[in-house]
């Protein structure tokens, strides 16, 4: 992460209907015309302000040196990581066979593969569930987790269909390392770092989207994702 843009924070508290006013004693003009003194303040207090949204200038900053990226649960892209390695050769994978035509329009950006198959602990078959809600398809928020009853309220119905699923270890071995790993497979990151106990000894890095609050039954906690990854180097 970085340092927030006090004035971009600002416009971030306005935009979820937060105003600032200012403190009983404080100076008088308005302290959300004053953000970097604002900040100042909160530090002293010992908070920092980061930006949560990482960019492609921020991992470029790491030096990481890749080869291979792989794009798990790819959708329609991740522009981020395309940014950051524009040099590198991409492995875009995705369950829903549709994402296919999806990521075609960034063939003249990036080299890359298009893999048809979920990853996961194991090789074998798999029901993929797609969500669906009035007139739209939710592919990016297909799973092979069982959602929660919470989870599953948001959406109208589901699609099911049976996916090959393959492990990472498996995929990875027709590619040259170092590798770069990007996960977003909706609840099911941990089977994904099951199955790549040899494919993470050569990543120099792991960018994976895990949800702190359980959103599918019998789902991971996210001690348990930082432990796998621990146990194989990263």
């Known amino acids: 992460m970085s340092r927030a843009d006090p004035f971009a924070f600002i416009k971030a508290l306005k935009s979820i209907g937060v105003n600032l006013s ?45 080869r291979t990226v792989f794009d798990v649960g790819v959708d329609t892209g991740t522009p981020l990581i395309y940014d950051a390695f524009p040099d590198a050769h991409f492995v875009l994978s995705d369950p829903v066979s549709e994402s296919e035509d999806r990521v075609q329009h960034w063939k003249d950006k990036i080299s890359f593969d298009f893999v048809h198959c979920a990853l996961g602990a194991k090789s074998g078959l798999a029901e ?78 792991v960018i994976a989207e895990v949800s702190v609050k359980r959103r599918f039954k019998d789902g991971y906690r996210f001690s348990e994702l930082i432990s796998e990854m621990g146990k194989n180097g990263v």
Request: glycine share 6%.
């Open 128 to 205: 993929v569930k797609i969500p669906r809600r009035p007139n739209r398809v939710r592919a990016s928020r297909a799973s092979l987790a069982e959602f929660e009853d919470g989870n599953a309220a948001m959406f109208e119905d589901f699609e099911t269909r049976q996916i090959d699923v393959r492990t990472l270890d498996d995929v990875a071995r027709d590619y040259a390392g170092p590798f770069g790993l990007k996960i977003d497979t909706e609840g099911f990151e941990l089977e994904v770092i099951k199955g790549a106990t040899e494919t993470l000894t050569k990543c120099e890095f």
């Open 22 to 66: 200012s403190a009983e004693g404080a100076r008088p003009e308005n302290i959300a015309d004053r953000p970097r003194p604002m900040l100042r303040q909160l530090e002293r207090q010992g908070f920092t302000v980061e930006a949560a949204a990482p960019s492609a200038d921020i991992v470029k900053r790491f030096g990481f040196d890749v």
